[in-house]
């Protein structure tokens, strides 16, 4: 079964810094798609950046880029020059196999930013 | 404009009243969801539908149907709702394996 965990409940950093989140996740399949998702203080969920599990290079989009590191079985999402607009809970999520089916999410990570 | 609609927004019913959760998407996804996010718990997968009348369950079905009769329509239906089922409900759509589930808005329910 798979299982995804992020393990930090909140982290504060300050305006224009970098900061860092982790998750874990466990899988029996060889082929698995990890998803990085953002829920504003409104309630919307929006979906940021994926990473394939069968590609060696992290994912990029805008100032949101990966860490991932497949023999850990750990996607860490990096965010750069955060902005307070960027302060959301992060969730991590993962499908398995090469067909359509739910996503398994961790349980979040707070994170706030402050001028 | 590439969007996953919910309604309605907020929901308050009484214990043992039916619901219906309606979640329309206008991107001809083949692939919706259900899921519920609580305090503690998390996104959990309520129900998956592949295409028209085609419903698989998820992780938590137990106390809940779906339908689905058109591509861009799928319902979640609570018969005869419980306390329990007090929640924040939301709709996805995607198309392919791998690509990334939209979201919509959220139903935010109260069973009281």
């Known amino acids: 079964a798979q299982k995804v965990t992020q393990t930090q409940t909140s982290i504060s950093v300050m305006e224009k810094t970098t900061v860092t989140m982790d998750c874990v996740y466990e899988?029996?399949?060889?082929?698995?798609?990890l998803f990085w998702y953002k829920q504003t203080a409104s309630g919307e969920i929006v979906f940021l950046i994926r990473?394939?599990?069968?590609?060696?290079e992290n994912a990029t989009v805008g100032h949101y880029s990966l860490n991932f590191q497949k023999p850990k079985s750990s996607i860490g999402l990096i965010i750069t020059a955060t902005q307070i607009e960027d302060s959301a809970v992060y969730f991590c999520?993962?499908?398995?196999?090469?067909?359509?089916?739910?996503?398994?999410f961790g349980l979040g990570t707070r994170v706030s930013v402050f001028p | 404009d590439m969007k996953v609609t919910q309604m309605p927004r907020y929901l308050i019913k009484r214990m043992g009243e039916n619901v219906l959760l309606e979640c329309g998407q206008d991107?001809?996804?083949?692939?919706m969801y259900w899921y519920r996010q609580d305090p503690g718990l998390g996104l959990q997968l309520i129900y998956i539908?592949?295409?028209?009348?085609?419903?698989s369950e998820g992780d938590i079905p137990k106390g809940y149907r779906v339908s689905r009769k058109k591509r861009e329509h799928f319902s979640l239906i609570l018969d005869s709702a419980k306390t329990n089922q007090t929640s924040v409900y939301f709709c996805?759509?995607?198309?392919?394996?791998?690509?990334?589930?939209?979201f919509g808005e959220g139903t935010r329910l109260s069973v009281l």
């Open positions: 539908s592949y295409d028209v009348d085609s419903n």
């Open positions: 990473q394939d599990s069968y590609k060696k």
């Open positions: 996805a759509s995607s198309t392919g394996f791998n690509q990334a589930p939209l």
């Open positions: 991107m001809s996804h083949e692939t």
């Open positions: 899988t029996q399949d060889s082929s698995y798609f």
């Open positions: 999520a993962m499908r398995e196999g090469n067909y359509a089916q739910g996503l398994t």
